[in-house]
């Protein structure tokens, strides 16, 4: 089992800057099975979306159009940790925010059936 607690949400302004933190946990055997780490978020009355994804141990990344070029996806292997750098905020980047992990092969890797662990999420509240 994997354990994922996201930390870091809050409220700002447009334009301001956010970082989201995501510490795992677990037997070291479910960490090193993962294949892909993610950040989802959803809005009021709206579907899951995936935001940004990373190779578990790696560098590929990959990122909702919507966000390319504003967020940045990375992780710290030696502290099990995720982080989402989230700059030039938006108002419609307000939603709850989910931290996710898979040990799936294949599929999307932004896609929200992919994954199979989930933390808590934390709010993140744009205002204008």
């Known amino acids: 089992q994997v354990q994922l607690v996201e930390s870091g949400g809050g409220s700002v302004q447009a334009g301001g800057s956010l970082r989201l933190s995501c510490a795992a946990s677990?037997?070291?055997?479910?960490?090193?099975?993962?294949?892909?780490m993610g950040w989802f978020r959803q809005a009021p009355g709206k579907e899951r979306e995936g935001v940004a994804s990373?190779?578990?141990?790696?560098?590929?990344?990959q990122y909702a159009d919507s966000v390319k070029g504003r967020f940045t996806i990375s992780q710290d292997n030696a502290k099990n940790t995720l982080y989402l750098q989230m700059n030039s905020l938006k108002p419609e980047d307000t939603a709850m925010y989910y931290c996710?992990?898979?040990?799936?092969?294949?599929?999307?890797?932004?896609?929200?059936?992919?994954?199979?662990?989930w933390g808590q999420g934390t709010q993140v509240t744009v205002s204008s």
């Open positions: 996710a992990a898979s040990s799936i092969r294949g599929g999307l890797v932004l896609a929200p059936q992919r994954y199979n662990y």
């Open positions: 677990g037997y070291t055997y479910s960490l090193y099975s993962l294949y892909y």
């Open positions: 990373i190779y578990n141990g790696g560098s590929t990344t």
